[in-house]
Each structure stands twice: as structure tokens, then as C-alpha cells.
């Protein structure tokens, strides 16, 4: 069982910068592929960065790709995202997860946080 919390979420204005992080209890955590997702209202709920248990791999979707960056610190158990370079349409509740696998599909993450809300004011 993985308990996961997140924090850093607030408002910024666009061009802004903003660092999520997601504390992790329970055991494993290494073991875990985590995950950020994002939902805004009144759409469904989409893969924004994805690391492996070691840090090797990572994915991004397109939309976030060379402004957001997706890191852990297995010995803090710990993921971060750090989101450079903010724009109106990254206005979202964001989700941190964790799974057995690096996937981009939320139906691969079995723990979920309760989510912290990232506003982009333009």
C-alpha cells in the first residue's frame, strides 16, 4: 500500500514557475513508476510526465514538453515537477500516481494522491 500526498500547487501568472512534489509512505518506493496527470474542469484526466523506479526514463506529453521536468529522490521518497514557463491552458488539478509500470495511461496507476490545484492566470 502507497499513500501519496501532494503539495506546491497555487497561483502564478503565465511565464510563471511552479515545483510540485509528491511524498510518498509505504514501502517500495523505488519499485514504482510515478506519474503526474492533470485534470481540468469538465475534461477527462491526461499524462502530463512519467519516471521509472531509478530515474532512468522519463516521458513527457507533448504539451509540457521542454518547459516541464519530471524527477525523483528515491532516498526521500519523493517526485517532483518542476513547471517552467507556465501558460492559461496547464490550469489544472494535478494528480500524482503510482504503478508497476511507466505508462502514460491512468489505468496502470494503482495509488493516487488527492490532487493540488496549479492556477495560470494571463
Known amino acids: 500500500q502507497v499513500q501519496l500526498v501532494e503539495s506546491g500547487g497555487g497561483l502564478v501568472q503565465a511565464g510563471g514557475s511552479l515545483r510540485l512534489s509528491c511524498a510518498a509512505s509505504?514501502?517500495?518506493?523505488?519499485?514504482?513508476?510515478m506519474a503526474w496527470f492533470r485534470q481540468a474542469p469538465g475534461k477527462e484526466r491526461e499524462f502530463v510526465a512519467t519516471?521509472?523506479?531509478?530515474?532512468?526514463?522519463?516521458y513527457y506529453a507533448d504539451s509540457v514538453k521542454g518547459r516541464f521536468t519530471i524527477s525523483r529522490d528515491n532516498a526521500k521518497n519523493t517526485v517532483y515537477l518542476q513547471m517552467n514557463s507556465l501558460k492559461p491552458e496547464d490550469t489544472a488539478v494535478y494528480y500524482c500516481s503510482a504503478g508497476t509500470a511507466v505508462s502514460t495511461t491512468t489505468r496502470d496507476y494503482d495509488y493516487w494522491g488527492q490532487g493540488t490545484q496549479v492556477t495560470v492566470s494571463s
Open positions: 519516471i521509472s523506479g531509478s530515474g532512468s526514463r522519463t
Open positions: 509505504g514501502r517500495g518506493f523505488s519499485w514504482y513508476g
